[in-house]
């Protein structure tokens, strides 16, 4: 072979490789950006408050839970949770298309078929259901499924697009994850979950109407009925303040109930305390600002975060060993 054509050759042989190396690495990238997209349709940061409340009902049960059963149980719920969201987005990706805050999101982005949500949603939400039957029991099971279905029909499909109390009902699906941890630990449902269902109920609507107040205007768009597009701004803003007074004492039923110590009572006191001042600061602030809202939101978070937490430290003790 003469030497032009041994460099063609080698070249074209380079060439080859280069492409190789250029076509593996698209497919890499591209199955990387899939997982990521299909981790996205779950949503994430709420699965992590769920499994984080499922966790506290598991813990507070009486008797303690076996830690081999109770990390099934968190993975079932957590893959249950998923579930809802991917769902949600299938449902939801005309909305999500117009709006800021969603509209990146791998169904209306383009990432992602509705046909794959669906199907992805179904797959995870039958495998945490018979997961959580199967290796716990059916009363935790069905109370999954109830979960799922209230989020996804009742909230998402029938309330979300026609009344603005729909994050007032719809909240008690994301409620009921200690319900669901506390029965598949005791395997059925006593009065200290019911009090941890309660206090996220009553949570919900001041955590999400501090939210949608700074974005009134994309709901509307999206012909969303959130309770500042309905009712206004002001209304908006009392209904916050109410709903945090009332959430300050029922806060504190764990330690009046006895299933938590003082220091979670004090802390309890502490937390609804600022709830309230910075409802108070919303409530007064003008339409034009946004900071006070953003700043009840933010701490909305924390506050449930660090209130559950307590309760966590508080059931440790409980823990049986391996």
């Known amino acids: ?6 460099d063609a050759a080698m070249s074209a042989a380079r060439g080859g490789i280069n492409l190789m190396q250029i076509n593996r690495s698209i497919l ?3 199955s990387y950006a899939n997982i990521g997209d299909y981790v996205a349709l779950t949503k994430p940061r709420v699965m992590s408050l769920v499994v984080f409340t499922a966790l506290v009902g598991l813990m507070v049960a009486p008797g303690g839970i076996d830690p081999f059963a109770g990390v099934v149980a968190l993975l079932c719920i957590a893959a249950g949770a998923g579930a809802a969201g991917a769902l949600n987005m299938w449902y939801d990706a005309d909305i999500d298309a117009l709006m800021a805050r969603t509209a990146m999101r791998p169904i209306p982005s383009g990432r992602v078929s509705r046909s794959e949500a669906l199907v992805f949603g179904l797959m995870l939400g039958t495998c945490a259901v018979l997961g959580l039957g199967t290796f716990l029991n059916m009363a935790a099971a ?6 799922i279905f209230f989020y996804v029909v009742i909230y998402t499909m029938w309330l979300k697009r026609r009344t ?3 994050i007032v009902i719809g909240g008690a699906a994301g409620a009921l994850p200690p319900v669901i941890g506390w029965v598949a630990a005791a395997g059925n449902v006593g009065l200290e979950p019911l009090v941890l269902f309660l206090i996220i109920f009553l949570w919900t609507p001041p955590h999400f109407w501090a939210l949608s107040l700074n974005l009134a205007g994309e709901y509307a768009r999206a012909g969303v009925p959130m309770l500042p597009v309905v009712a206004g701004r002001a209304e908006t803003k009392r209904q916050i303040l109410l709903y945090s007074v009332v959430l300050a004492p029922v806060s504190l039923l764990p330690w009046a109930l006895g299933f938590a110590g003082a220091i979670y009572g004090a802390a309890a006191a502490m937390l609804g305390a600022i709830m309230i001042f910075l409802s108070w600061q919303v409530r007064r602030s003008n339409d034009e600002e946004r900071q006070p809202a953003r700043r009840l939101f933010a701490f909305s978070m924390l506050y449930l975060v660090l209130l559950f937490g307590v309760l966590l430290m508080n059931a ?3 823990v049986q060993p391996l």
């Not at 072979?1 to 041994?6: C, D, F, R, W």
């Open 1 to 6: 072979m003469s030497t032009g054509l041994k």
């Open 28 to 30: 890499v990238r591209r």
């Open 142 to 147: 069905a109370l999954l499924v109830f979960t």
């Open 164 to 166: 603005p109390q729909n």
């Open 316 to 318: 440790v003790p409980y």
